[in-house]
Nanobody, 115 residues
Framework: QVQLVESGGGLVQPGGSLRLSCVAS????????AGWYRQAPGKQREVVAT???????NYAASVKGRFTISRDNAKNTVYLQMNSLEPEDTAVYYC?????????WGQGTQVTVSS
């Protein structure tokens, strides 16, 4: 079993920055693929950014150039650095991890971008 815990969300003004963290614990034996997703009120969950076990990254078009996904394998932690935040980025952000062919999700962290 794997547990994922997100942190770092909060209220920020437009143009501001936040860094989200996702710490994995449990039966983590090696590097794993992970991703950040978000779900705004009344909308479906959408992918924001992903990182493979070897570090390759992909981003949604709406966040490319503003968000950066990274990982620290020694800490079993995946980060999402979010810059130039916009009100449209307001959502609950979830991380996931694919470990031994099983997909795990965290509980989510709220990000609100508002003046």
């Amino acid at each position: 079993q794997v547990q994922l815990v997100e942190s770092g969300g909060g209220l920020v003004q437009p143009g501001g920055s936040l860094r989200l963290s996702c710490v994995a614990s449990g039966r983590i034996f090696s590097s794993y693929a992970a991703g950040w997703y978000r779900q705004a009120p009344g909308k479906q969950r959408e992918v924001v950014a992903t990182v493979t076990s070897d570090g390759s990254t992909n981003y949604a078009a709406s966040v490319k150039g503003r968000f950066t996904i990274s990982r620290d394998n020694a800490k079993n932690t995946v980060y999402l650095q979010m810059n130039s935040l916009e009100p449209e980025d307001t959502a609950v952000y979830y991380c996931n991890a694919l470990v031994l062919l099983t997909l795990y999700w965290g509980q989510g962290t709220q990000v609100t971008v508002s003046s």
